[in-house]
């Protein structure tokens, strides 16, 4: 995928990234193991602490203007901005367990 991403094709770097996918999902699915799969998936939603969100927000790799308010602060920083953080994440994580449950059907 790499390739694609500093070649700047979009396109080709989302066909890659859905290939990558689709075999993760496959190989659990294969070895019987699709259950630890979720389990994994729900592992990484499970602590969503003050202190975790603070991590989440502050994190160089994904902090992004995801996770700022308009003013640029953090919205771990207030209690209204930590339960949009939550609300957020709970729809990746179900977005996610959505896309794993469509892969396998599709297998």
Sequence with gaps: MDGYSEAND?????NAKDNDT????????RTGRIQDLY????????DL?????????EDTESSTNEWRNIDGTLM?????????????????RKA?????KSYEESL
């Design 10 to 14: 979009k396109f080709e770097f989302e």
């Design 76 to 92: 771990s920083d207030s209690e209204e901005g930590r339960a949009e953080m939550i609300k957020k994440l709970e729809d990746k």
């Design 49 to 57: 602490s003050e202190e975790r969100l603070k991590e989440i927000a």
């Design 39 to 46: 389990d994994l998936v729900n592992q990484d939603f499970e």
């Design 96 to 100: 996610i367990i959505d896309g794993i």
């Design 22 to 29: 689709f075999n993760i999902i496959d190989a659990y699915g």
